[in-house]
């Protein structure tokens, strides 16, 4: 299924100078993934604590533009320029989900939002990244497939924020959104277990 993670290869060209700067500049790929971490993690906590304040809604968008540049850059650092180990195999994996719940949680705190729903997206969300890691364990490759994966989430939750910080209110269109995207992001738990069980068996 189509999904933004596709646009990856024409990003990562844009982001390429930088990537080569960072890289002579003796910045690793583990602390660009930290640096992802804690930005996400400290946005997240501010929405929250602010009670989903509008003007921290309305600047989300840039936030999660920068996470998405900052996750390209840390791949990109280990791949071409010799980073790649164990330890940020593992901070990658970790680090996405636990970016993603302190982000997306954070609309728990915009009254009127239903929780049920925020809370569905963030835990099939998760389920989606897990599948995806779970795959190699099967004889599969790293699974990204749509329709909603980290890029697509992104899009989403940023779009959510960016209206309701132009002071749109939650209402009915609220409920449908975020539902629209919990089931999408459950059909990507099953076609990325069903995209790894055949790639599986063709192996």
Not at 18 to 40: F, K, M, P, Y
Not at 56 to 71: G, I, K, S, T
Not at 86 to 114: C, H, K, M, T, W
Request: net charge positive.
């Amino acid at each position: 299924m189509a999904s933004i993670y596709d646009l990856k290869p024409r990003f990562q060209d844009l982001l390429r100078p930088v990537c080569d700067r960072l890289a002579r500049d003796g910045i690793t790929a583990n602390q660009v993934t930290l640096v992802a971490l804690v930005l996400s993690i400290l946005y997240g906590v501010l929405i929250f604590a602010s009670g989903g304040s509008r003007l921290w809604l309305f600047l989300l968008p840039v936030v999660l533009f920068l996470r998405m540049a900052l996750n390209a850059i840390d791949g990109m650092l280990a791949r071409e320029h010799g980073q790649k180990s164990r330890l940020g195999a593992i901070l990658n994996e970790v680090s996405d989900v636990v970016a993603d719940q302190a982000l997306y949680l954070s609309f728990l705190a915009v009254p009127g939002l239903p929780p049920t729903a925020v809370a569905a997206a963030v835990i099939m969300a998760a389920a989606s990244e897990l599948v995806g890691v779970v795959a190699q364990t099967i004889g599969a490759s790293r699974r990204y497939d749509g329709p909603m994966g980290k890029s697509d989430r992104a899009f989403a939750f940023g779009l959510l924020g960016f209206l309701l910080g132009l002071g749109l209110a939650p209402g009915w269109w609220s409920h449908v959104y975020l539902w629209i995207v919990a089931s999408l992001a459950s059909v990507t738990v099953v076609n990325r277990a069903a995209k790894a069980l055949a790639e599986g068996d063709g192996r």
